[in-house]
């Protein structure tokens, strides 16, 4: 394997003193006008004087949709203000604009009562003679914080990235061997933050089976701060967009509260605007969602009341039905339209696989980087910090026989196993759908504790239930209990009626009544209040229908009243390759659900950090996970759960993993956190049109990510700042209860800092600490040794993507590039020792782990494989590049070194055995799997996934990359 010193970053900072500006046209909006906007939004609304700001994400989708061209740098039009937020390389045709203005105002308040008040705003506001005026926009405006940091430009968010790609469009097409793509821009809204490029037209993918699939390259741009840098930096990342092929007989899926997006070209402008104006070649975006109060597909802002059939379109947009009943048919455009449908996990698999090798991603990233203006360049490639990597491990005491790695290792888990419960039998149950999966299941566990004797088995009669048998083994450390039986019908779909089906009242009484079968049916637990752990195989998703009827949620919570933790299993219809490659998914499969399992009962191995005295020995690590419970949830009401997990390396295993306890106030053992956890649940809502709606927003921006939205002050007593108070209030309780060890305290930047806006970019200080509304002070007044570490990954490009880089030698003696996959810790070259900001990487993984760093979705690549040579194409292969997770040490004592903390850090991310790098650190990864006995299901996730998630998600499917 190649070892890297350094590795490449598709990032860019700006020189120092640089100077770049583009000119836009901009259309400035007077207060007095926005003042009339906003009090036309605050009619109707239940706390008006709460709404300080009118929002224009409608107006943003519009624009999107009808005016690909006009860029929107803000969410929500703040009337104390009148700064442009719309901007356009040329000035938008006034008819153009005028309507589309008329059509939100209208929008905005829609009720009957409301069409005077409408009528009288329009006339005030004159659409059509607003006008819009040239400016010159400094590109690289930024101003530092009190720390250092760079703050940009808050419009530079959106324009930064769209003047880049403008740029990049009028580069040559990228080159490959055999062929070559050509990019178009693609129109934006803020909330999707940055710009966005797309190969054109399509490429195309015939499968094994003749199958066409569809497919183009993609390229995002967005500008990112990092903490304590002088300089922000624009990232690109490099990808897939899949376009929807397969369709069912009703057409293409759409899952509830979910939108699919919708590229669209016309060959003439949307609206009529009295001109002969071109069609603008930027792709506009439509979105489709399925209207259960229509029982059909509609396009938003369309419907019968919706800004779109207000509006008389040059061309119409397609009919729903017609797109998504054949998708790849306006692929290459209908009637003057051409429509392209983003393929989404709900609809199905897809022939193209999602990600890119470095093979594609470093020339495409190279072929962009042509494109780079006077003063912006790469950012420096960071090197390994290796400060810490000479510190020898302490040796262990050998005695007796010298023991193999994997007998050692299962022997050492069958003890701390004993040693968690206590010298009490591991009892487990195995509720099995199909036979393969009960087989794979039981020699998983055989294998994962090395129980190599056929076990005891105890007929159905003399088992704890009828329906089953019992499996025992009897090891010197540890005495197993397997029982085995069918999952029968706690598994079937939950008992919705067609007529029921969209009920939420319905749905919670169904998730009641399997609550009540499971614990019918089983046994008492074994062990009084100790867990103990049951592992069922469930259905495929889609094999429930509705979505809602699936019973996942309802058998964690049913086994939990009944004592159980649960780890669940689902049997793959089909896995790609050969049988054999079937069996070893399989196996793999189940000795992560074992993992897992044993996880929830509290063992999991923790890293032996290897830094000797510099670490305490009685170190602590903490970690903190806020679980943000939905407002359209069945109380209407966004709830907040602080979870909290304390690690200690050296403690026995009953007290080595615990959680907080909100309630009590105490450190409880993480089995007892978890059933706890599950008393609060959130119970799942139904897609109901018919029953009451969630109440309405203050209209307060979010402020989501750091600088995105303007500064609001929010009402101090809204769902965001009590949110906010309960935050401060739990950290301050968890720190105190951490105060009589040295403590590493982790935290998770995208997860945290809505709530904690101290962690923000902008805000976050050195050795300093911030609870919402109290003054800032010195981390160590909140304890005498705690260090405070936030981590980042690359959710929405927010880390750089990144490639292992070095030089080699050719066969004539010239040195050239290489590129791989590189694992270790990374910081800047030019390393100042006090530096606190490093990136932490891992190796490929799963499906990906034999996929070649020069795998491409586009060109045949030449291999050798045992003596033999030939070419392939690699569009069919999942792609794993693993993300870069950034390690700030915001907070350490006067005389330690940042970069051990960081050290330390990345290596409670490593695994037990030979098992990938987790996402986070331990202690985050505990935190975060906490959550599944919180909220029913993940949060939705992009209409795309992201490739390097979408690859992560895929290897857990397949059981490659243990928990």
Not at 326 to 339: E, F, I, Q
Not at 457 to 462: F, I, Q, S, Y
Request: neutral net charge; hydrophobic residues 35%.
């Amino acid at each position: 394997m190649t070892r890297y010193d350094t590795i490449r970053l598709a990032g860019y900072v700006p020189d120092p003193d640089a100077e770049w500006t583009v000119p836009y046209y901009t259309l400035a909006l007077p207060r007095p006008q926005r003042r009339l906007l906003l009090d036309l939004y605050r009619l109707g609304l239940k706390r008006p004087d709460d709404c300080l700001a009118v929002p224009v994400g409608r107006l943003n989708s519009l624009l999107q949709a009808l005016a690909p061209e006009v860029v929107s740098v803000a969410k929500w039009l703040d009337v104390s203000h009148d700064e442009p937020w719309l901007y356009a390389r040329g000035p938008v045709p006034a008819d153009v604009f005028a309507t589309l203005v008329h059509a939100w105002v209208n929008d905005l308040r829609p009720e009957p009562e409301h069409r005077q008040a409408v009528r009288e705003v329009l006339d005030a506001l004159r659409p059509g003679e607003l006008r819009w005026e040239r400016c010159e926009v400094p590109m690289l405006a930024r101003t530092p914080t009190a720390v250092g940091t760079a703050q940009p430009d808050g419009r530079l968010y959106q324009l930064l990235p769209d003047a880049l790609a403008d740029l990049a469009l009028g580069l040559d097409p990228f080159s490959y061997p055999g062929g070559s793509l050509g990019f178009r821009g693609v129109a934006r809204r803020p909330s999707d933050r940055g710009a966005e490029l797309l190969s054109w037209p399509p490429d195309r993918y015939v499968d094994r089976d003749g199958r066409t699939w569809w497919f183009s390259a993609l390229l995002t741009l967005t500008l990112q701060t990092v903490p304590f840098s002088p300089e922000f930096r624009v990232h690109l990342r490099s990808g897939v967009r899949r376009w929807a092929t397969r369709t069912g007989p009703n057409g293409l899926y759409f899952p509830p509260r979910r939108a699919a997006s919708v590229y669209l070209l016309a060959n003439a402008p949307w609206i009529e605007d009295g001109t002969e104006s071109r069609a603008s070649a930027r792709f506009s975006v439509g979105r489709l969602r399925y209207d259960r109060a229509l029982r059909a597909r509609r396009w938003e802002a369309g419907g019968p009341d919706g800004m779109l059939s207000r509006l008389r379109l040059r061309q119409p947009f397609p009919q729903p039905d017609s797109l998504t009943g054949d998708p790849t048919r306006w692929l290459a455009g209908t009637k003057g339209v051409t429509a392209a449908v983003v393929h989404s996990a709900p609809m199905g698999s897809h022939g193209v696989k999602a990600g890119l090798m470095p093979g594609d991603r470093v020339p495409l990233t190279e072929w962009f980087e042509q494109a780079l203006p006077e003063g912006l360049r790469r950012a420096p490639d960071p090197v390994r910090a290796n400060r810490w990597s000479t510190v020898r491990r302490p040796a262990g005491q050998r005695t007796g026989e010298v023991l193999d790695p994997d007998t050692r290792e299962t022997t050492e888990r069958r003890q701390e196993l004993a040693e968690l419960l206590a010298g009490e039998p591991f009892r487990a149950e195995f509720l099995w759908l199909t036979e393969p999966i009960r087989d794979a299941g039981v020699q998983a566990l055989a294998t994962l504790l090395g129980l190599d004797e056929e076990p005891v088995r105890k007929p159905a009669g003399e088992a704890p239930s009828p329906d089953g048998e019992t499996l025992s083994w009897q090891t010197p450390e540890l005495a197993v209990e397997l029982h085995l039986a069918r999952i029968g019908g706690l598994a079937d779909s939950l008992a919705l009626s067609l007529a029921d089906q969209r009920r939420t009242s319905a749905l919670h009484a169904a998730i009641a009544d399997r609550r009540a079968q499971v614990v019918r049916r089983l046994p008492a637990a074994w062990a009084g209040d100790r867990a103990s752990l049951a592992l069922l195989e469930i259905h495929p998703k889609d094999a429930y229908t509705p979505r809602s009827a699936d019973p996942k949620f309802a058998l964690r919570l049913g086994f939990r009243d009944a004592g159980r933790v649960t780890q669940f299993v689902v049997n793959p219809r089909r896995v790609p390759g050969k049988p054999a490659d079937a069996d070893t998914a399989r196996a793999r499969k189940l000795e992560a659900c074992w993992t897992d399992g044993f996880r929830q009962l509290g063992h999991r191995a923790v890293p032996a950090h290897g830094l000797g005295p510099a670490i305490p020995a009685d170190a602590q690590y903490a970690a903190l996970w806020l679980v943000k419970r939905r407002r359209d949830g069945p109380t209407r009401r966004a709830d907040l759960v602080p979870i909290a997990v304390r690690v200690r390396p050296g403690d026995p295993a009953p007290e080595r993993i615990t959680g907080w306890d909100v309630r009590t106030g105490e450190w409880v053992p993480y089995p007892t956190l978890l059933m706890r956890l599950a008393e609060s649940a959130e119970l799942p809502t139904a897609d109901d049109p018919d029953e009451e709606p969630p109440s309405q927003g203050t209209g307060s921006p979010s402020g989501a990510e750091d600088g995105e939205a303007p500064d609001q002050d929010e009402d101090r007593n809204g769902p965001t700042e009590r949110h906010r108070r309960v935050v401060a209030d739990a950290v301050q309780e968890v720190l105190f209860g951490l105060r009589d060890r040295p403590t590493l305290l982790l935290v998770h930047a995208q997860n945290a800092r809505r709530l904690w806006p101290w962690l923000q970019d902008g805000h976050i200080e050195p050795d300093r600490v911030r609870l919402h509304g109290r003054p800032a002070q010195r981390l160590a007044v909140q304890g005498p040794g705690l260090r405070l570490v936030r981590v980042r990954d690359s959710t929405d490009t927010e880390t750089p993507q990144w490639w292992g880089h070095g030089p080699q030698t050719s066969d004539d003696g010239e040195e050239e590039e290489r590129f791989g996959i590189a694992t270790g810790l990374w910081r800047p070259a030019d390393h100042d020792p006090r530096n606190r900001v490093f990136g932490s990487t891992g190796e490929k993984a799963g499906p990906g782990t034999n996929v070649s760093v020069m795998a491409s979705r586009w060109a045949f690549r030449s291999y050798t494989r045992e003596g033999k040579t030939g070419s392939t194409i690699d569009t069919d292969r999942p792609a794993w590049n693993p993300g870069l997770l950034e390690i700030v040490v915001a907070g350490c004592l006067p005389d330690d070194d940042p970069e051990l903390w960081a050290t330390l850090a990345h290596r409670l991310r490593q695994s037990p055995g030979r098992a990938p790098l987790l996402a986070l650190p331990l202690p985050l990864h505990l935190a975060r799997k906490a959550t599944e006995y919180v909220l029913p299901t993940t949060r939705d996730q992009p209409t795309e996934p992201e490739e390097d998630d979408g690859a992560v998600q895929l290897c857990f499917d397949l059981g490659v990359i243990a928990p």
